[in-house]
């Protein structure tokens, strides 16, 4: 079987949704909704919006997570304990305690239109790590590595300093399942 390499599955950034850092989320989710009606149906739909400065500029991403972060403002207000953590994350009676007192969730959906519409995006979205960029060139097997070390939903693809994709772990997955589906044992 011949080596795959990112380029080979990567989403050109063409085809991805992009909106200005003083954007506001209503105009970032609209943008991912137009990205996702003109994406290949055949394939997994986006689930995050690169984030551009100026020159084009990718400075970072906002992910469906972020959004709904934003609906609810008490949550810059948290940082993350260590009492209360499982080794996957937050226990359930962690999860009921944060609700219960900090108030969380009690009516951020009532002015939904307005938070939107005032809230913008370079507020929420997150800024890539070092390890969040692959080349074209690179391996599909060194890609993998590098998204399950970084717990990664997506990585940033480069040739030179120029961003010109996205692979997605979503399209990773489909490769190695229809290669697992093919095995013979």
């Known amino acids: 079987m011949e080596e795959l390499r990112v380029k ?8 991805y949704a992009t909106v200005s ?3 506001t989320l209503l105009e970032a989710v609209n943008a991912l909704e137009k990205a996702q009606e003109e994406f290949d149906d055949t394939r997994y739909r986006h689930r995050a919006i690169l984030v ?20 609810e403002p008490k949550y810059q207000n948290m940082k993350k304990p260590h009492k209360g ?7 359930r009676d962690f999860i009921e305690l944060t609700f219960e007192e900090c108030s969380l969730w009690d009516s951020p959906l009532e002015d939904i239109c307005k938070k939107v519409d005032q809230r913008l995006v370079k507020e929420f979205m ?14 599909l097997d060194e890609a993998i590595h590098q998204l399950i070390l970084g717990g990664h939903q997506s990585l940033l693809v480069t040739r030179g300093d120029a961003i010109t994709g996205i692979l997605r772990l979503t399209d990773v997955f489909v490769v190695v399942f229809h290669i697992i589906k093919e095995c013979r044992l």
Do not use: N
């Open 8 to 15: 080979d599955l990567m989403v050109p950034l063409s085809e």
């Open 21 to 23: 850092e003083d954007a």
């Open 52 to 71: 551009m400065a100026e020159g084009d500029r990718i400075i970072g991403k906002l992910t469906q997570l972020d959004v709904l972060k934003a609906l």
């Open 85 to 91: 953590m499982t080794q996957y994350g937050f226990s």
């Open 126 to 139: 997150y800024t890539p790590t070092e390890g969040e960029y692959v080349t074209e060139e690179t391996s």
